[in-house]
């Protein structure tokens, strides 16, 4: 069964950083690219960022560049997410999400999403 | 960016009733590179549709999804009660893979 669980939210003042994880198993991970979404308290969903399945390609949304870093580690089977200077906007529930295809070269729909983490951005 | 715009932003209709929800690019999508997902409250998302007419794995055929271009429609024949939720669609042709705001669908 394809499984993704992401950790590492939490409540964390403006200005200060986490790091989200997402644990993958019962497929090849470093055969799929892989995402994250949030989705802020009682609105939409929002694409954050994405990687290829080596890392060689990776995409961000404007909101984010320059703050988040999305990686992986394949040998870990493990997908992460650096957010720094966090934001009170910030606040959300992240998903990792899996891709459909192995890299970011259209044609990505996500086919599994795990079941999220929470950010909380406040003093 | 493209834009997506979902209507209704609310559906009410009864189970056994017909669903239809729509879609619209702010420009043409490539290859038909949209998708649609459902989620119902405290659950992630999950994936009905991709490149707008194939049905995901697992997933009932009385969700159909269709259109090209800039306008694309989820069509659920006969709801049933477990189909009440929010329903979102997704472009994915290239980065920023945008999502529409959400139509809920819920019980008249």
Not at chain 1, 85 to 95: I, Q
Not at chain 2, 20 to 27: E, H, P, Y
């Amino acid at each position: 069964e394809v499984q993704l669980v992401e950790s590492g939210g939490g409540l964390v003042q403006p200005g200060r950083s986490l790091r989200l994880s997402c644990a993958a198993s019962g497929f090849t991970f470093d055969d799929y690219a892989m995402h994250w979404v949030r989705q802020a308290p009682g609105k939409g969903l929002e694409w954050v960022s994405g990687i290829s399945w080596n890392s060689n390609h990776v995409g961000y949304a404007d909101s984010v560049k320059g703050r988040f870093t999305i990686s992986r580690d394949n040998a870990k089977n493990s997908l992460y997410l650096q957010v720094n200077s966090l934001r009170g906007e910030d606040t959300a529930f992240y998903y990792c999400a899996k891709d459909s295809q192995w890299e970011l070269h259209g044609d990505n729909w996500f086919d599994t999403w795990g079941q999220g983490t929470q950010v909380t951005v406040s003093s | 960016e493209i834009v997506l715009t979902q209507s209704p932003d609310t559906l009410s209709l009864s189970p056994g009733e017909r669903a239809t929800l729509s879609c619209r690019a702010s420009q043409s999508l490539s290859s038909s590179y949209l998708a649609w997902y459902q989620q119902k409250p405290g659950q992630a998302p999950r994936l009905l549709i991709y490149r707008a007419s194939s049905r995901a794995t697992g997933i009932p055929d009385r969700f159909t999804g269709s259109g090209s271009g800039t306008d694309f429609t989820l069509t659920i024949s006969r709801l049933e009660p477990e189909d009440f939720a929010v329903f979102y669609c997704q472009q994915y042709g290239g980065s920023p893979y945008t999502f529409g705001q959400g139509t809920k669908l819920e019980i008249k």
